[in-house]
């Protein structure tokens, strides 16, 4: 048993907090128990519940030694898709098989599972740094991301589905894989998205054109790309076919959310009359119109920026996106001293995922991005997912205290 203690944790009782991390984080957090106090005095008292577990959490983790999580990564991900596995024979939840339920706790896994992914990304990376086959080394990985991304796809859980996909390639990047062998593999996907408008197409078909004609491939690899970007445009159609009702729904309501007002579209047209109600300095604490109306759907989670924006205007809005902001200066800047591979690929991954979450929560309540569920870190309410974050911080501040 000793042996086992002392191969997973440190002997050494002592750990450090790193500040510059850690204040924009509870600052975050501290805010959201503010907005939250707004919405939910019930769901007020369990997000300050989850924040304790957290805080212990975080703790917990600084005593782990750093190896481990690259020595069982491959574990952790076969545990992956082994609980994803299992949510298919889980009772639906508002109509998705997301968690898994027991007597004495309900979790969604695939939140846990970004972490689990994180580290087997990292882990692949770092062990074929000295590998030449760059292409190969961006197919495997992505086929790692892919696996576990289908199968919260089928949950249907749209939002992490592409959170997982997404954590790849700033991490691919930073591995030291060219940029224009990433550009052949993001190509295609962007090809699909722009493919709604014939002029926006054009627009994205001009832009491969120009990179192709900087990067100088051959003939034959030119024609090839620009080949699989018009063909994977003409798949959208395909590809929009095979998405659920309710998904297609608020795809069209992106682009007209007036048109379906009764329906997909409410959900848009709300955060905007909060957010544009609140003006600079907001409606007040406790004073949203719309939010205390129960005019604004899922305000405590998907759109709790909507309520920062109603009751305290331009001025919440700047507030986040400034804590933020500073967040990822400090994990910037400590990302070129790292002294080691894996913690530095973690910290990539851990910080695309926060500020994949961010944008797109931020995007999707002003229209930028159709309605998917994804929270905004350390603001919105949930267990799993906010435990899940600061699980996160509790890595960034390991390997920032142990690598630097």
């Known amino acids: 048993m000793m042996k086992i203690t002392n191969k997973f944790f440190n002997k050494n009782l002592s750990f450090k907090i790193n500040w510059t991390i850690m204040i924009p984080v509870i600052l975050l957090c501290l805010f959201s128990l503010v907005l939250l106090r ?3 005095s019930q769901l007020f008292y369990k997000q300050a519940i989850w924040l304790c577990i957290g805080s212990g959490l975080i703790i917990f983790i600084q005593f782990i030694r750093l190896r481990i999580f690259n020595e069982y990564a491959y ?14 024979f889980m009772p639906e939840i508002n109509k998705a098989q997301r968690w898994i339920v027991t007597p004495f706790l ?22 074929r740094k000295d590998d ?4 190969s080394t961006i197919v495997i990985t992505l086929l790692i991301a892919f696996f576990p991304a289908l199968l919260v796809l089928g949950q249907p859980d749209l939002g992490t589905s592409i959170i997982y996909g997404i954590i790849s390639f700033p991490m691919l990047y930073w591995s030291g894989i060219r940029p224009y062998y990433l550009f ?4 295609p ?36 790309v620009f080949i699989i970007n018009i063909s994977f445009g003409l798949l959208s159609i395909l590809a929009y076919d095979v998405l659920r009702d309710y998904q297609k729904d608020r795809l069209l309501a992106l682009l007209d959310p007036y048109k379906y007002q009764e329906s997909s579209g409410y959900q848009l047209i709300q955060s905007w009359i909060s957010i544009g109600s609140g003006g600079l300095t907001g409606k007040g604490f406790m004073q949203g ?40 200066y400090w994990i910037t800047q400590y990302l070129s001293k790292m002294n080691n591979n894996f913690s530095s690929l973690t910290l990539i991954g851990i910080l ?53």
């Open 132 to 135: 030449k086959k760059q292409l």
């Open 189 to 224: 996907i962007i090809s699909m998205l722009t493919s709604y408008s014939i002029t926006t197409f054009y627009i994205w078909m001009s832009i491969i054109v120009i990179v192709l004609f900087l990067s100088q491939p051959t003939i034959r690899q030119a024609s090839l």
């Open 75 to 88: 574990h952790l991900y076969l545990l992956l898709l082994i609980l994803l596995c299992i949510t298919y």
């Open 352 to 404: 695309t995922t926060l500020f994949v979450h961010l944008i797109l929560n931020m995007g999707i309540t002003v229209g930028l991005f159709p309605v998917t569920g994804l929270p905004a870190p350390f603001l919105s309410y949930g267990g799993t997912f906010l435990l899940t974050c600061l699980i996160m911080i509790g890595i960034v501040n390991n390997n920032i205290t142990n690598n630097i």
């Open 289 to 328: 119109t719309q939010t205390h109306g129960n005019y604004l759907p899922v305000k405590n989670s998907d759109f709790i920026v909507s309520v920062a924006g109603e009751e305290f205007g331009l001025f919440g809005i700047i507030y986040i996106l400034t804590v933020f902001s500073i967040f990822i």
């Open 106 to 127: 309900t979790f969604q896994p695939s939140e846990i599972g970004k972490v689990f992914l994180i580290f087997t990304i990292a882990k692949f990376l770092s062990d």
């Open 38 to 40: 707004s919405t939910s």
């Open 184 to 187: 052949l593999f993001i190509a």
